[in-house]
């Protein structure tokens, strides 16, 4: 008896040993893959409409485990397509900081200074040479959201800054794709179709491009470059050609209508890193290494130094919220473009932005 008792109280045991360890190799497998140190999250997209290709991503974007303060917060988004590299130094320029003030020493950008070395991406964004280019890799640009693209030209006599090129990369522009610049016009002994000439990346004149197609980059001169619409994430859309045959109507990215030359030139698609707007910073001192330094408030502030300044306690004196330079800031306007302001102030535009309960009820 003493013998069976015995062996069913081994059994037991080493039944509950294999159990908790198989529970703890469970756990210890579960812990690794849930808790990496940078982590990929999406929501689950079950009963979700499908994503249009002028919806932005808001689900993509890579976390830390936050061993630290500093990454607790912190969400980039992806960009695994994103080259790694040092840029081409033909394309660049050195970049000479001037910490926020003028020639005579003057502070004239508050909160700017410091902040890590940079070299300025010569973009062109005026693109007069035709011909095919191909796109060599996606890089990161420092001075401004959007990605940028390294684009080659086919052309064997091309040298320089006519070989080589950096232009905005458009959402979804990948190593290997041909872009084309129709500036000059469309030839018309082209066996390519006209419609063919519409694609992401390709830069035509305004008259050229059909109503409803998604553009960005667009120029207000002929012969200009591109001034409007070259952040990261934005577009503009075509919705008119007058019949006169010398302007077109064109939806910027706040919902102004304005008019265009039919000549001026635009590049079609939308601008790359949509999920820009979504990063995190996650701490102060990552905003020290882009060159911004801490933004005082008013009331912290002297008497001498802000209108809101001075007194004990945190009080304003019960004066009207202004800037540093008495202009009001909540909701008094200091600018009267378009057709609201004085006559002929701005003839281009049809129709001003949303402001106000037009924006809040989501008026375009």
Request: glycine residues 10%; positive net charge; proline residues 6%.
């Amino acid at each position: 008896m003493l013998g069976i008792r015995a062996l069913r109280t081994f059994s037991s045991l080493t039944a509950q040993s294999t159990s908790r360890a198989s529970t703890n190799a469970l756990r210890t497998t579960t812990n690794s893959i849930a808790r990496t140190y940078a982590t990929r999250f999406a929501q689950s997209s079950k009963d979700q409409p499908k994503a249009t290709s002028l919806d932005v991503d808001n689900n993509v974007f890579k976390t830390y485990k936050p061993v630290s303060p500093g990454i607790r917060h912190l969400r980039r988004p992806i960009n695994d397509h994103i080259y790694e590299g040092r840029p081409v130094r033909l394309l660049t320029a050195c970049l000479r900081k001037h910490g926020g003030r003028n020639s005579h020493g003057r502070i004239t950008v508050r909160f700017r200074g410091g902040g890590h070395k940079r070299r300025v991406r010569l973009i062109d964004f005026v693109r007069t040479e035709p011909g095919e280019y191909d796109v060599i890799r996606i890089e990161y640009d420092p001075g401004r959201s959007a990605h940028i693209a390294l684009i080659k030209a086919r052309d064997p006599k091309a040298e320089g800054k006519t070989k080589w090129k950096y232009i905005l990369a458009t959402e979804g522009m990948r190593p290997g794709d041909v872009v084309q610049s129709f500036r000059m016009g469309i030839p018309d002994d082209t066996s390519v179709l006209r419609a063919r000439t519409v694609r992401p990346g390709n830069v035509l004149p305004i008259r050229s491009i059909p109503t409803g197609t998604v553009i960005h980059c667009v120029s207000l001169l002929p012969n200009g470059k591109a001034l409007l619409v070259r952040s990261a994430g934005s577009f503009a859309q075509v919705i008119h050609h007058e019949e006169s045959g010398r302007y077109s109507h064109v939806r910027l990215q706040s919902g102004e209508i304005r008019k265009v030359l039919q000549d001026c030139c635009a590049t079609i698609g939308r601008v790359s890193n949509l999920n820009w707007k979504g990063r995190k910073i996650g701490k102060a001192g990552r905003n020290r290494w882009l060159g911004w330094r801490p933004r005082v408030r008013g009331v912290a502030m002297n008497a001498n130094d802000h209108p809101h300044g001075g007194g004990r306690g945190k009080s304003k004196s019960n004066k009207h919220p202004v800037s540093v330079w008495g202009w009001a800031t909540k909701g008094k306007r200091t600018r009267k473009p378009g057709p609201k302001g004085p006559k002929n102030s701005n003839m281009m535009v049809i129709r001003e932005r949303p402001r106000g309960k037009e924006k809040r009820a989501g008026g375009s």
